[in-house]
């Protein structure tokens, strides 16, 4: 299982760390992504990292203000947030998993090995 922590009330342009810790299983080989999903809104990509070749792929809404990272030996898969705006806030999902799609595009349909119960982040203004 993978498990999502860090989440909460954070101010306009405040940061936040999520943490993704997975269980029963190592995260090599695998995409580990963090996905979100808003009010009345589809569940969408944020940030992918493959564990294979290190490659990432970031949402345009998010690029240069979200890093996901995962530490060499660590089964955890970190998403600093930096400069957070009102639209990001969203129940915030880790997902993992081995196939190649997963590894090449930070898509919902390509993910389906393991999902966490999500955590939220709620902007305070």
């Known amino acids: 299982q993978v498990v999502e922590s860090g989440g909460g009330l954070v101010q306009p342009g405040g940061s936040l760390r999520l943490s993704c810790a997975a269980s029963g299983f190592t995260l090599e080989n695998f995409a580990i992504g963090w996905f979100r999903q808003a009010p009345g809104k589809e569940r969408e990509g944020v940030a992918c990292?493959?564990?294979?070749?290190?490659?990432?792929h970031y949402a345009d809404s998010v690029k240069g203000r979200f890093t996901i990272s995962r530490v060499d030996g660590q089964n955890t898969v970190y998403l600093q947030m930096a400069r957070l705006k009102p639209e990001d806030t969203a129940v915030y999902y880790c997902a993992a998993d081995s196939m190649a799609l997963a590894h090449l595009e930070c898509s919902v349909s390509h993910y389906s090995d393991y999902w966490g119960q999500g955590t939220q982040v709620t902007d305070s203004s």
């Open positions: 990292v493959s564990t294979i070749d290190g490659s990432t």
